[in-house]
């Protein structure tokens, strides 16, 4: 059974900094991409940020500008650097890993989330 195992999360005061980290089995992080998802109580699940497996990135507007997404291909860790943090950014955090649509390939992972309180 692969894992996806998350990192970082924890407490943080308006406008300050966490990295969340992602660790991946290597025959997933050598392959595919991953995405970061959060979810806020009483909300649903959505999408954060995505890389591919080529580095290539992609964001939600709302966190333009001051979250980015990064991967290590030597530690198989892709990491969610979360800059100018405001209180809507609470949320469970999970990275996740599915198969390309339209691929041979089906499976998809999710981390056990990490917690992330923006909160003075």
């Known amino acids: 059974q692969e894992q996806l195992v998350e990192s970082g999360g924890g407490l943080v005061q308006p406008g300050g900094s966490l990295r969340l980290s992602c660790l991946a089995p290597?025959?997933?992080?050598?392959?595919?991409?991953i995405d970061w998802y959060r979810q806020a109580p009483g909300k649903q699940r959505e999408l954060v940020a995505g890389?591919?497996?080529?580095?290539?990135?992609n964001y939600t507007d709302f966190v333009k500008g001051r979250f980015t997404i990064s991967r290590d291909n030597a530690k198989n860790t892709v990491y969610l650097q979360m800059d100018s943090l405001k209180p809507e950014d609470t949320a469970v955090y999970y990275c996740?890993?599915?198969?390309?649509?339209?691929?041979?390939?089906?499976?998809?992972?999710w981390g056990q989330g990490t917690q992330v309180t923006v909160s003075s």
């Open positions: 890389i591919t497996a080529g580095g290539s990135t």
């Open positions: 290597q025959s997933i992080f050598s392959t595919f991409g």
């Open positions: 996740n890993a599915a198969a390309p649509p339209g691929t041979k390939y089906d499976f998809e992972y």
